[in-house]
């Protein structure tokens, strides 16, 4: 696999954002990760990898949100984990009933939109371990924040549906450029198919040249 193919596979599935978490210093992957893809993404984001679980699950995307700073993590992750985790920066566990932190948490360097069910408990622990100014909202209408969009230092890429209000947040919170779009042939969960950060991109294997335009143009990889 050649790291200029921007397109893979991660645990036999095109979605990536579910599989592994991506910061501007490391990339999350599950143990059973293939050598070759690891070596791909190494190679495509500039940053080394990092084989780990999450509460003895492969879903890291779903259960990890990061930043240059640290991560927040799941209830269930074991201290083991954890201790791999702090090797990479601060790390904590996501209090409350809901605590799937990656579906929750949309954070880059600066800033943060999280699930407006997060308790002001929540929103702490975020902001603290991030190092980030949290907002509470929404994306399209729902609360996975983390899955309905996917952000870089450089750029922001959001669910087709998103609010005129809600751009008016992410361009308040970010003050980045947001774009819409899809990943793997129409599916509006971009945050679910990507890897991206300042240095480079992965989408899911079934995503279209069309897509990977909109991708590169949102997430500021065109020249």
Known sequence: MQA???RLKIAGSPLLGVFARCTER?????VETAPE???ALEEGLGVAAERIHAGGSAVLGSLISGNSQGFVVTQQTGEEEMKKLSLHGRVARLPGKINAAGNLILANDSAALVHP???EKACETVSRTLGVEVVAGTIGGLKTVGMTA???NRGLLVHPRVLEAEIAVLDDLFQLPVDVG???FGSPLVGSGLLANGHGYFAGDETTGPELGRIEDALG???
Do not use: E, H, Y
């Open 4 to 6: 200029r193919d921007k």
């Open 26 to 30: 490391v990339v999350l992957v599950p």
């Open 37 to 39: 893809v690891v070596l």
């Open 117 to 119: 069910g997060l308790s």
């Open 150 to 152: 996917a952000i870089t």
């Open 182 to 184: 899809t990943v793997n």
């Open 221 to 223: 990889f065109l020249a």
